[in-house]
């Protein structure tokens, strides 16, 4: 790792994240079969973004999965360590597979900035959601690229012992330390969503609009798979989640109800909010639209009883 570094690399605590290692045999085919994505298809040192999905191809976990030479990592949220285990034990008879939570003895920190890579000594080719091994400080970091926040990221597993010092360690060499508040701004702004927050079970796999990163169309059956393929074929889905950006002044709170900015149709409703940090005041938003409002630059108003207030939806990325 190098000693020095003159652009600024920020560094995130995120070591409450969910982490299950998946070992034996059948893991890659019994993983596959609850996966949107093609996790057949990953050769160690790569990964993928990808959706559990129940029966009915809604949405109970958003993760990322690693391999490695001898397992598969899932890597979530906080809390969601018991909820996908039970979820893939409930239907392991006699495959020759391991859930193993790693929660409470693994942390991770998340470094993201121009130089991130460089200073990690990483292959600046390193694809999304690829993953090497590394040792710095005297500690073995499992760096895992996964671009939550709109450009190259990199989450660092470690035991949970040495999150504390390692991050300390970072801050020695020039790396900034980045609040929890400031990545949630920054993953709203990036339009990255958060189960729990911009997912629940009641959403459809294609309404969270990570189809391109989340979705194989032409992988093997999967729990889910027959209602995500109906959908498909359907062309679109009656909602999907945007990224709004609010006037200032505006107030949205997770939950308003969103009309069209020209008239009462209803049009949606906010999930995530977070003001920007610049000088404009602006309000950054998550929120799921009906497909005539999902357009970018389409304006919709906050339902509020005293003002108009007023936002744009944005690009998708």
Request: contains cysteine; proline residues 5%.
């Given at each position: 790792?190098?000693?020095?570094?003159?652009?600024?690399?920020?560094?995130?605590?995120?070591?409450?994240?969910?982490?299950?290692?998946?070992?034996?045999?059948?893991?890659?085919?019994?993983?596959?079969?609850?996966?949107?994505?093609?996790?057949?298809?990953?050769?160690?040192?790569?990964?993928?973004?990808?959706?559990?999905?129940?029966?009915?191809?809604?949405?109970?976990?958003?993760?990322?999965?690693?391999?490695?030479?001898?397992?598969l990592w899932i890597d979530t949220?906080?809390?969601?360590?018991?909820?996908?285990?039970?979820?893939?034990?409930?239907?392991?008879?006699?495959?020759?597979?391991?859930?193993?939570?790693?929660?409470?003895?693994?942390?991770?920190?998340?470094?993201?900035?121009?130089?991130?890579?460089?200073?990690?000594?990483?292959?600046?080719?390193?694809?999304?959601?690829?993953?090497?091994?590394?040792?710095?400080?005297?500690?073995?970091?499992?760096?895992?690229?996964?671009?939550?926040?709109?450009?190259?990221?990199?989450?660092?597993?470690?035991?949970?012992?040495?999150?504390?010092?390692?991050?300390?360690?970072?801050?020695?060499?020039?790396?900034?330390?980045?609040?929890?508040?400031?990545?949630?701004?920054?993953?709203?702004?990036?339009?990255?969503?958060?189960?729990?927050?911009?997912?629940?079970?009641?959403?459809?796999?294609?309404?969270?609009?990570?189809?391109?990163?989340?979705?194989?169309?032409?992988?093997?059956?999967?729990?889910?798979?027959?209602?995500?393929?109906?959908?498909?074929?359907?062309?679109?889905?009656?909602?999907?989640?945007?990224?709004?950006?609010?006037?200032?002044?505006?107030?949205?709170?997770p939950g308003a109800s969103l009309?069209?900015?020209?008239?009462?149709?209803?049009?949606?409703?906010?999930?995530?909010?977070?003001?920007?940090?610049?000088?404009?005041?602006?309000?950054?938003?998550?929120?799921?639209l009906k497909t005539k409002f999902?357009?970018?630059?389409?304006?919709?108003?906050?339902?509020?009883?005293?003002?108009?207030?007023?936002?744009?939806?944005?690009?998708?990325?």
């Amino acid at each position: 790792m190098t000693e020095t570094m003159t652009d600024p690399v920020t560094v995130y605590d995120l070591s409450d994240r969910t982490q299950i290692e998946l070992t034996g045999a059948d893991r890659i085919k019994f993983l596959n079969g609850f996966s949107t994505n093609d996790i057949k298809s990953l050769q160690a040192g790569g990964g993928c973004e990808a959706f559990l999905t129940n029966v009915k191809g809604r949405v109970l976990a958003h993760v990322f999965v690693f391999a490695t030479a001898n397992s598969l990592w899932i890597d979530t949220i906080p809390g969601q360590e018991t909820v996908i285990i039970n979820h893939l034990d409930r239907y392991l008879i006699r495959e020759d597979v391991q859930l193993n939570g790693r929660s409470q003895e693994r942390g991770e920190l998340f470094l993201t900035g121009p130089v991130a890579a460089q200073l990690l000594m990483l292959d600046p080719e390193l694809p999304p959601f690829g993953s090497v091994t590394r040792e710095a400080f005297g500690v073995p970091l499992e760096i895992r690229r996964a671009d939550i926040l709109g450009s190259p990221g990199f989450l660092l597993s470690v035991p949970r012992s040495v999150v504390e010092s390692t991050r300390h360690s970072l801050l020695g060499i020039g790396c900034i330390a980045g609040s929890a508040e400031e990545f949630e701004t920054r993953r709203i702004e990036a339009g990255f969503p958060y189960q729990g927050r911009d997912i629940s079970d009641e959403n459809l796999a294609q309404e969270v609009a990570r189809t391109r990163q989340c979705i194989s169309f032409t992988k093997g059956c999967y729990l889910g798979q027959e209602p995500i393929a109906r959908l498909d074929a359907m062309g679109h889905t009656n909602r999907e989640l945007r990224r709004i950006l609010f006037d200032a002044g505006s107030d949205p709170t997770p939950g308003a109800s969103l009309r069209s900015g020209d008239s009462d149709d209803e049009a949606g409703i906010v999930t995530s909010v977070a003001p920007l940090k610049d000088p404009t005041g602006r309000i950054a938003a998550l929120g799921y639209l009906k497909t005539k409002f999902g357009r970018a630059d389409t304006r919709v108003r906050l339902l509020t009883l005293d003002s108009a207030c007023y936002g744009v939806v944005q690009a998708t990325s």
